[in-house]
């Protein structure tokens, strides 16, 4: 299990579409959803913080975040806690969390879920 706070490689696109059709898919999503940002009580994922899921077929989880703000207090933790929720998950071989503030967050990027539970909608 690995957290890096690393940006994509030059010319990777920022966000790359996720491996939707890879068995683990749901179960990732799934354990991201159990993530939580301490000032916000409302899953990461479906606040958008969730860019990729990219997995192998060796069964490598690669995940792209971003945070609300680059000022996050808890900006060095939160890909931990990720690769944490992840990583135990049957079936999953190694776990890399990279971080990229490219594109910025924006509150467009909430699940509709998010948005009525923090009362946009």
Known sequence: MTAENTAPT???PLIRPS???HPLHEAVVEAC???YDPEIPVNIYDLGLIYTIDITA???VGI???LTAPGCPVAGDMPGWVADAVEPLAGVKTVNVEL???PPWGMDMMSDEARLELGFM
Do not use: I, L
């Open 100 to 102: 990229t503030w490219e």
């Open 64 to 66: 792209t975040m971003t």
């Open 58 to 60: 060796e069964n490598d």
């Open 33 to 35: 959803r159990s993530v």
């Open 10 to 12: 030059e010319g990777t």
């Open 19 to 21: 491996s939707t059709d």
